[in-house]
């Protein structure tokens, strides 16, 4: 079993509608969760950070984390053309550990249609 | 800020030859990852310096892959002899420790490596 699980879609939906992203994970040491957004040829941008369970909202992007449940999310409202991007789950251990070191899943790619 | 500096963008060879990557990272960043993703899956970390010691190869395959961070600011990936399953891009990562609670990693373009 990978360490973080993504499906990887593809997605693809209308200009305006609510996306939702999620990875599930197996080590229960991940304490760090993060989402990437990875324009095609280019390298992955941080797009949300959240420290341990919880929500965070940053404009249209919401990221939650159950830590109970392994899972995570990232809602996307309002989705736009420019939304169109494979989607990066990471996440990591407590920096003592593994210096940071990240895990990823393999990505959702996502299409906003106009 | 500049970001972080990848050559060359792409590099075709065929398989048994060498190939070499470098990467300079956002200045000052002490920390710098090599990561490996082939199409399709999330990166995969090979090698991570800090400063110019590596703190964690263990997922480089050391008998064809060797990385070096000569005083502790850019970096070279080699890949000696290639073969097909290298075909990937190979992404350059830095990251500041002493300025951020949080590993936030920034990334270069990435190389993308075809090996025929």
């Known amino acids: 079993q990978k360490e973080v699980e993504q499906d990887p879609g593809p997605l693809s939906v209308p200009e305006g509608a609510i996306v939702s992203l999620n990875c599930t994970y197996s080590n229960s040491a991940f304490q760090y969760f993060m989402w990437y957004r990875q324009y095609s040829r280019k390298g992955p941008e941080l797009l949300m950070y959240t420290y341990s369970s919880g929500n965070k909202e940053d404009g249209r992007f919401t990221a939650q984390v159950d830590k109970s449940s392994k899972y995570i999310s990232l809602f996307i409202r309002d989705s736009q053309p420019s939304d169109s991007a494979t989607y990066l789950c990471a996440m990591s251990e407590p920096r003592g550990s593994t210096l940071g070191r990240l895990y990823f899943g393999r990505g959702t790619q996502l299409t906003v249609w106009p | 800020e500049a970001g972080v500096a990848q050559s060359p963008r792409y590099k075709i060879i065929e398989k048994r030859q060498s190939v070499a990557f470098w990467c300079n990272p956002i200045?000052?960043?002490?920390?710098l990852y090599w990561y490996q993703q082939i199409l399709g899956q999330g990166p995969k970390l090979l090698i991570q310096f800090q400063n110019n010691g590596v703190v964690d190869d263990s997922q480089l395959p050391k008998d064809r892959f060797s990385a070096e961070r000569l005083k502790g600011v850019d970096s070279t990936l080699k890949i000696q002899p290639a073969k097909l399953e290298d075909s990937a891009v190979y992404l350059c990562?830095?990251?500041?420790?002493?300025?951020?609670?949080?590993?936030?990693?920034?990334f270069g373009p990435g190389t993308r490596l075809t090996v025929l």
């Open positions: 200045s000052g960043h002490a920390t």
């Open positions: 990562a830095s990251s500041s420790y002493r300025d951020s609670f949080r590993n936030e990693q920034f």
